[in-house]
Nanobody, 123 residues
């Protein structure tokens, strides 16, 4: 059982930047692909970004490609999401996700979820 705890959410002005982080309570953090998903009120949970177990590769949802950057520090059991050029439509609860397989891009691949952190982008 892996616990994921997100932090760093908050209110930011459109065009601004924010970093959210997720720390995992596991001794085998480097065995998990990690990802970020988001869910706005009344909407489905969407893929945002994912990073491989060693951090050597990453994937992004089309809506955030070029604006967001995912990274991880396996020594700290932490994955980060750097969000730049934020838009009001980025407003959502951002969820950290862990997958024991090689990918964390699909909802069906996710084994563990964090409880989420709210990101609100004002216009």
């Amino acid at each position: 059982q892996v616990q994921l705890v997100e932090s760093g959410g908050g209110l930011v002005q459109a065009g601004g930047s924010l970093i959210v982080s997720c720390t995992a309570s596991t001794r085998t953090f480097d065995s998990y692909a990690m990802g970020w998903f988001r869910q706005a009120p009344g909407k489905e949970r969407d893929f945002v970004a994912a990073i491989s177990r060693g951090g050597s590769s990453a994937n992004y949802g089309d809506s955030v490609l070029g604006r967001f950057l995912i990274s991880r520090d396996n020594a700290k059991n932490t994955v980060y999401l750097q969000m730049n050029s934020l838009k009001p439509e980025d407003t959502a609860v951002y969820y950290c996700a862990a997958a024991s397989g090689a990918r964390a891009r699909l909802l069906t691949e996710v084994e563990y979820w964090g409880r989420g952190t709210q990101v609100t982008v004002s216009s």
